[in-house]
């Protein structure tokens, strides 16, 4: 049973305009949801989060919407940029525990 | 700056040697970490969580006794494989839980830049 799916496997975007990153969740004791990036060969990056009573949160280009109704969030990215090609997962967590989806490949094309 | 490092990040070697990856907690204790599992295209499966001073806890699948995991200080785990085959290649990846309180509260894991794993 997956927790966390990120149902699209790959997004290619123009540099400039927004990448949406979506993820669906369907455990509901999750208290707060990351963003990571990941590089091949690398371990992941914290992007940003969310707790799980908020339903938005902002860092620089970066800005996380969750609808708890739809156990639903997405990473919004604006501009895109080609430095943010890479694997985005998006997780779920309780006490300090998390549960990744499958990742989502952006390529954002100059 | 890395708050986490783990070594070796690449290793080649024949069937049937054991192969130890070290995680390392630079900047603060962690008493928990966690060792997960990437397979091309896939996500990052968690395969045992070690708690310092404890045995640690598998996931349903993992053969603790193929994965051998040591948490003998509040900075170090490591993960053996013991006896590795062509089909334990992979990409494992460790991270330490931060503490709960403290100005990274929003980052429950840093992850380590992972291990490549090729046996031959």
């Known amino acids: 049973d997956q927790q966390v799916k990120q149902n699209s496997p790959s997004l290619s975007v123009q540099e400039g305009r927004i990448s949406i990153l979506n993820c669906d969740y369907t455990?509901?004791?999750?208290?707060?949801f990351l963003w990571y990036k990941k590089y091949p060969a690398e371990g992941p990056t914290f992007l940003i989060s969310?707790?799980?009573?908020?339903d938005k949160n902002e860092d620089g280009r970066f800005t996380v919407f969750l609808n708890k109704s739809a156990k639903h969030l997405s990473l919004h990215i604006v501009p895109s940029q080609p430095g943010d090609s890479a694997v985005y997962f998006c997780a779920g967590g309780s006490q300090g525990n998390l549960i990744f989806g499958k990742g989502t490949k952006l390529s954002v094309k100059p | 700056g890395a708050v986490v490092s783990q070594h070796p990040s690449w290793v080649i070697c024949k069937s049937g040697t054991s192969v130890k990856i070290e995680c390392r907690s630079l900047?603060?204790?962690?008493?928990?970490m966690f060792w997960y599992r990437q397979f091309p295209k896939q996500s990052l499966m968690l395969m045992a969580t070690s708690n310092e001073g404890s045995k640690a806890t598998y996931e349903q699948g993992v053969e603790k006794d193929k994965f051998l995991i040591n948490h003998a200080s509040l900075t170090l785990s490591t993960l053996t494989v013991t006896s590795a085959h062509p089909e334990d290649s992979s990409f494992y990846i460790c991270?330490?839980?931060?503490?709960?309180?403290?100005?990274?509260?929003?980052?429950?894991?840093?992850f380590g830049d992972g291990t490549r794993l090729s046996i031959l």
């Open positions: 969310i707790s799980s009573i908020k």
């Open positions: 455990n509901s004791m999750f208290d707060y």
């Open positions: 900047d603060f204790q962690a008493t928990t």
């Open positions: 991270s330490a839980r931060y503490p709960l309180r403290g100005l990274r509260s929003n980052q429950p894991q840093h």
